[in-house]
Structure formats: structure tokens, C-alpha cells
Nanobody, 116 residues
């Protein structure tokens, strides 16, 4: 199995920055993509950014140029650097590990609140 633990969320003023971390443990060799998703109250969970084992990245249109995803394979850790935060970035941010031939795994989520 794979376990994911997120950290780094919190309260920040609009225009500020936060850095989220997600550490994977367990059978990490099966992990392909790792990504960040967010869910605002009453909304669906949407992709924010994801990164492959080789470092290829995909970003949601609404965060391009503001957020950067990175990965340290040796530490089984993925980061999300969030700059120029806006109130609409508020939500619970979830880490997800996509696995080869197995179900995706979600973290427990970390709250990000941006005050305007």
C-alpha cells in the first residue's frame, strides 16, 4: 500500500505564498504521477497540477504562472509552491498518487485559506 501525508496549508493574505508538501510511504515504486487537487466548499475536486516521475508537468489554467509543482523522487515527496494567492484559491488541497496497475491513493487533505 501507499500512504500520503500532506502538510503546509494555512491562512494567508491575498498576494501571499504557501508551499505544500506531500510525502509518500509504502510501495512507492508503483507511483507514476503525483498531483495536487483542490476542493472548495460545495464544489468538485479539481486538478491543480501534476508531475510525472520524469518531471513532466501539467497545470490547470487557473494556476499557470502562479503555482509550481516539483518532485524529489529520492524523498518520495512532491511540492506545490503557490504564489500570488487569491481568495478563490481557498479550499482543501489533496495530494494524489497515481499507481501503475493499482488504484490511485489520496492524502487526507490540507486546508488553504486565502483572506482578501
Amino acid at each position: 500500500q501507499v500512504q500520503l501525508v500532506e502538510s503546509g496549508g494555512g491562512l494567508v493574505q491575498a498576494g501571499g505564498s504557501l508551499r505544500l508538501s506531500c510525502v509518500a510511504s509504502g510501495k512507492t515504486n508503483s507511483i507514476t504521477f503525483m498531483g495536487w487537487y483542490r476542493q472548495a466548499p460545495g464544489q468538485q475536486r479539481d486538478l491543480v497540477a501534476r508531475i510525472s516521475k520524469g518531471g513532466s508537468t501539467d497545470y490547470a489554467r487557473f494556476v499557470k504562472g502562479r503555482f509550481t509543482i516539483s518532485r524529489e523522487n529520492a524523498k518520495n515527496t512532491v511540492y506545490l509552491q503557490m504564489n500570488e494567492l487569491k481568495s478563490e484559491d481557498t479550499g482543501v488541497y489533496y495530494c494524489r498518487a497515481d499507481r501503475l496497475w493499482e488504484n490511485n491513493v489520496w492524502g487526507q487533505g490540507t486546508q488553504v485559506t486565502v483572506s482578501s
